[in-house]
């Protein structure tokens, strides 16, 4: 059966929910722009109409404010933005259980064997974008394919506020075309590397010899061709439940970096998000650790003992002494990521199911929870659901 995957990505997420609780930021150009206190201000999200102006996110402060005088800036506030996440997530679960969520503000979600309940896909996204808009006042846009790597591309075509499908069957057309740089996963060093091998284009790596990919690239190289080709079978992963063992975040750069400041600036960001996270769980983790993913995909984890906290200041201490080690200036990084645990390696993991049902609206918490065990036992078997609710019952 052919598979139907869905990214969902929130549109300008931090400063469009701010706009969705300040209805006086409509209509103008403003920014979430970092606190001056921690950083040398950097944009962090502007809204559509910021952008006009040519406004990007990562530009700063005072350069934005030279391209638009009239910038409004407002301070982030990542509490209200992981919530605003968790009630998009929520809408989400409502149409599959089988959501990987990739960010704070996107997600993929697997809808095969959904359109029986719900519609085309077509339809399924115009429900979804309508329901974010109505019930969260939050724009995204919808990329549908029976992939993950070209609903990804797909989602990327039309901003704000498009849905567009890309099938495999279209990639001659709407794929090979496009700029090497355009491709998912393509920074600026792998797009240099290309172009210095006359790879211009997506099409270009599609035909391209795969050997000489390998040798420039190594299986990265084989991996870019395989995707330029359309083809894509990793599954959409319903993400582990977070056991209050551990809390993480990481996050997917708009560009790749090699300055080690403006690494820290990211790794604030998510340690405080984790800390916010722990104090509201009250829990006290032991072990930091950090997630660096390169261009090319290689990703290193390192970890360090602390003393018992769930304080943001002491979290970063830790995660910024392990990034200042594992630093290269010549390794451009893509992800970043940082978490807090207690020493107790779990391994365990379990689906999302009881989350999902959590989010669902009450009288209808039995109607998903079946349909969710449904759908999920005919992806992961029996055994699954067995676990998750024997896990259950020991919590209880
Ligand atoms: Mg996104």
Redesign the pocket.
Known sequence: MKRIIFLV??NA?FISCEMSRNKSLKGKPAAVAGDPKYRSGIILAPNYEARKYNIKTTMLVHEAKKLCPDLILVPPDHKFYSQKSREVMGILSRYTPVIQQN?I??AWLDLTGCTLLFGSPREIAENIMKTLMVELDLWCSIGISENKFLAKMASERKKPLGITEIWVSDIKEKIWPLPVREMYGIGKQTEKKLVEMGLFTIGDIAACDQNILYEALGKYGIELKRLANGIDTSPVEASPVQDSKSISRSETLARDITDLEEAKVVLMELAEEVGIQAREQNFKGKTVSITIRYSDFKTVTRQKTVKPTFLTKEIYKAGEKLLEENWNDKKPVRLLGIGLSSNITDKFTQLNLFDIIESAPEGKKQEKLELAMDSIRKRFGMDVIKRAKILKDNDD
């Open positions: 990505d929130m997420f960010s503000d996107e």
